[in-house]
């Protein structure tokens, strides 16, 4: 009964700091990244498409992107795909690839994205602590339907709370290399 409970627990852990790696992956830290493209879709043919799936996406230096579509004529509707798209760069449409430059991040932009960044790391630390909560209510059920003695249910508790730590220190230390990274110029 304990352990698929420390493994339900630590499974939905995982979860929670895998997510706030994906998330972090998006935040833009003033240099080119191709994971800042994903949220670009295209209309391929009626399909709204991820960008990195009619086109090769490349960056040939820190400070912006090189976009060869498979197809020429899918050059208008990328370019229009990013115009639409919140990522604040302008396309260059040269009528073979289309060039975006990462435009330089102000300090005040840069605290504004610690503090959303900062947002984040606190919603995975929130799910982190709701996989302990779940853990232990389940725990508590085990011991109160007498599955499990109050000794174990204490120890489990206690190996619970010392793999929830574990993971807040772990989304803490990627917190601090995220907000190092935003505001290094």
């Excluded at 630390?125 to 508590?140: G, I, Q, S, T, Y």
């Amino acid at each position: 009964m304990i352990e698929p409970v420390k493994k339900s627990a630590k499974d939905a852990m995982d979860k929670a700091v895998n997510a706030l790696v994906e998330q972090l992956k998006k935040v833009r830290t003033g240099r080119a990244q191709i994971s800042m493209l994903d949220n670009v879709r295209v209309n391929y043919y009626g399909n709204l498409t991820p960008l990195n799936q009619v086109s090769a996406i490349s960056t040939p230096d820190a400070k912006s992107f090189l976009i060869a579509p498979w197809e020429a004529q899918m050059l208008k509707e990328i370019e229009q795909s990013i115009i639409k798209s919140d990522l604040g760069m302008s396309p260059i449409n040269d009528g073979k690839v289309i060039r975006l430059k990462v435009p330089d991040l102000t300090e005040e932009r840069r605290k504004e994205m610690v503090k959303n960044t900062k947002k984040v790391v606190e919603d995975a630390k929130v799910a982190v602590r709701m996989a302990r909560r779940d853990a232990n209510e389940a725990l508590k059920k085990g011991l109160k339907d007498k599955a499990i003695s109050e000794d174990d249910n204490k120890r489990a508790e206690a190996e619970i709370q010392k793999t929830t730590d574990q993971y807040i220190e772990k989304i803490d230390k990627l917190a601090a290399e995220k907000e190092k990274e935003i505001m290094t110029i």
